[in-house]
Nanobody, 122 residues
Framework: QVQLVESGGGLVQAGDSLRLSCAAS????????VGWFRQAPGKERELVAA????????YYGHSVQGRFTISRDNAKNTVYLRLNSLQPEDTAVYYC???????????????WGKGTLVTVSS
């Protein structure tokens, strides 16, 4: 059974940082690209960052470029998302998702976690 479990969310102030983790089990993690998505209340889900299966390829959404950093440790079956200079508009539930393949990101992902809430106060 494949599981993706996010952790690391919380309530922070504007300008603070967080590190989110996505721990995977039940799959050959090194064969999967991983994406971090977020969904704010009343808004559509957006892809904020993605990383290729080996970690050499990364993608960032325009709104987070230069502030967020995605990385992975395949030995630990974990992908991280470092969130710096957080702003109230970053408030959302953050999800990780995995898809088997060699590209950095995909239009559709196979497995999803349940999300972790990030709340940024002004």
């Amino acid at each position: 059974q494949v599981q993706l479990v996010e952790s690391g969310g919380g309530l922070v102030q504007a300008g603070d940082s967080l590190r989110l983790s996505c721990a995977a089990s039940g799959l050959m993690f090194s064969n999967y690209a991983v994406g971090w998505f977020r969904q704010a209340p009343g808004k559509e889900r957006e892809l904020v960052a993605a990383i290729s299966k080996g970690g050499s390829g990364t993608y960032y959404g325009h709104s987070v470029q230069g502030r967020f950093t995605i990385s992975r440790d395949n030995a630990k079956n974990t992908v991280y998302l470092r969130l710096n200079s957080l702003q109230p508009e970053d408030t959302a539930v953050y999800y990780c998702a995995a898809v088997r393949g060699s590209n950095t990101y995909y239009p559709k992902y196979d497995y999803w976690g349940k999300g972790t809430l990030v709340t940024v106060s002004s």
